[in-house]
């Protein structure tokens, strides 16, 4: 008899310490999975540039132009240094090929934009610790020049700017901005000197304004609502290109040869990597090449100022 209850008593303990392990190992397995769990939620993810952001659309952090932010400022020029100086203005026009990295893509393609874009958003986007873009207004006039009188003083104010308001066929209103396939042009100021402390002749840009097609407010003309494919040209806004150098350093350019070596705006200004010609110089008459010249001798003028700033250097080193 005693043995019996003996028996029973050790199928109980046995049961117990059976269902008991059971229930712990349950336990641990059900709180490993939800370790496991948060775990793949909060760890970082390899493609991705920090937790929660937008995955990186490389196979590696980009930080090799963004190290050279702080570092764009060129050399200090002191006016006793500069013996010879010619203030020259210049189209960039985006229909030669050597231009087509300036007004593509058309629409935003794995981390890139065109200029216009770049230049726009520096302009309305809050960048942390770093001040807006500020942009000035051309005026009604195309004849106008880069004074940097009147600035924006609001981001409703410049995007009003870069925005026609026309009435449909239906009567409704509508609105039409300014894209980057609307720009043809770009319009740069630039100052050729020779620095007599490097010995070298050197260009500084100073102004940028892209140009695009006037738009279509005639409710007569079968290209009302649209831009004008011919005729006049306005300017929309420009910038204080020494302010964009670190805003145009923010942006990558595509390089056909190597996508790993992509170059950034303001390199390609700095570089010269662009297709331009004059169309206008300093003069006492403050005009421009097409105000006396027209066709081919205009073309034939613009050519012997570029000639001309050349050659004021080989000159220095005759004998």
């Not at 963004?66 to 006016?79: A, D, N, W």
Request: hydrophobic letters at 35%; one cysteine or more.
């Amino acid at each position: 008899m005693s043995r019996s209850y003996s028996i029973r008593f050790i199928c109980l303990i046995s049961f117990l310490l059976f269902s008991f392990f059971s229930f712990s190992q349950s336990q641990n397995l059900e709180s490993l999975i939800k370790q496991q769990r948060n775990q793949a939620i909060t760890s970082q993810n390899p493609w991705q540039n920090n937790i929660g952001g937008s995955p990186n659309n490389s196979i590696f952090e980009k930080n090799h132009t963004r190290s050279k932010i702080g570092v764009l400022h060129p050399p200090v020029i002191r006016e006793s240094d500069v013996t010879w100086s010619k203030r020259v203005w210049r189209y960039i026009d985006l229909n030669q090929k050597l231009n087509i990295p300036l007004k593509t893509p058309l629409e935003p393609a794995r981390g890139r934009v065109s200029l216009f874009s770049a230049l726009v958003t520096s302009i309305i986007q809050p960048i942390p610790k770093h001040d807006l873009l500020a942009a000035f207004n051309w005026g009604s006039s195309t004849n106008q020049d880069f004074d940097f009188k009147e600035q924006f003083r609001t981001v409703d104010n410049f995007i009003d700017k870069i925005s026609n308001t026309w009435e449909t066929p239906t009567g409704k209103i509508d609105t039409v901005y300014i894209l980057p396939k609307d720009i043809v042009r770009y319009a740069i100021m630039e100052e050729w000197f020779f620095d007599k402390k490097r010995s070298q002749l050197d260009v500084r840009i100073l102004a940028l304004a892209p140009i695009t097609y006037e738009f279509d407010k005639d409710k007569s003309s079968p290209t009302y609502g649209t831009f004008k494919t011919s005729g006049g040209l306005s300017v929309p806004f420009y910038v204080y290109f020494p302010q964009a150098r670190w805003f145009l350093n923010r942006y990558e350019v595509f390089n056909k040869n190597n996508n790993s070596e992509n170059r950034t705006f303001y390199q390609i200004f700095l570089m010269r990597r662009f297709s331009s010609f004059v169309y206008k110089e300093d003069n006492v008459y403050d005009r421009r090449i097409s105000d006396y010249a027209l066709g081919i001798d205009a073309l034939l003028e613009s050519e012997r100022i570029e000639n001309q700033i050349q050659e004021f250097e080989f000159d220095l080193w005759e004998e």
